[in-house]
């Protein structure tokens, strides 16, 4: 996978903005910031809750967890040996644990 494929799967969804986020980009929707890129373009942070790392982590040797401090914030995905079924799902979990129910199909 590579970045484009990350942002055309976050656009998808309804209401998503892409904005600068320090130096990195973020997808947002509604203002929420729901999985990041780093500047390179190698990594993507998605956001998701505890179960969601583990399963991916346990499913995947491109997933790690992502700590924001001593809090487990999310998963760290190498885009280089990413699966992209496993992305979209992460995505869309993280896009529903921020977007209003109005914007879910």
């Given at each position: 996978m590579d970045l484009q494929q990350v942002r055309a799967i976050?656009?998808?969804f309804p209401g998503v903005t892409e904005a600068p986020h320090h130096d990195k980009t973020?997808?947002?929707v509604k203002g929420k910031i729901f999985?990041?890129?780093?500047p390179d373009g190698t990594h993507v942070h998605i956001f998701v809750d505890e179960h969601a790392v583990r399963a991916a982590v346990?499913?995947?040797?491109?997933?790690?967890?992502l700590w924001w401090g001593k809090r487990l914030a999310g998963v760290r995905i190498r885009l280089a040996g990413a699966d992209e079924g496993l992305v979209a799902e992460l995505l869309e979990d993280a896009w529903k644990r921020k977007a209003p129910k109005s914007l879910w199909k």
């Amino acid at each position: 996978m590579d970045l484009q494929q990350v942002r055309a799967i976050a656009r998808s969804f309804p209401g998503v903005t892409e904005a600068p986020h320090h130096d990195k980009t973020s997808f947002r929707v509604k203002g929420k910031i729901f999985a990041t890129a780093t500047p390179d373009g190698t990594h993507v942070h998605i956001f998701v809750d505890e179960h969601a790392v583990r399963a991916a982590v346990a499913t995947s040797p491109a997933c790690e967890e992502l700590w924001w401090g001593k809090r487990l914030a999310g998963v760290r995905i190498r885009l280089a040996g990413a699966d992209e079924g496993l992305v979209a799902e992460l995505l869309e979990d993280a896009w529903k644990r921020k977007a209003p129910k109005s914007l879910w199909k």
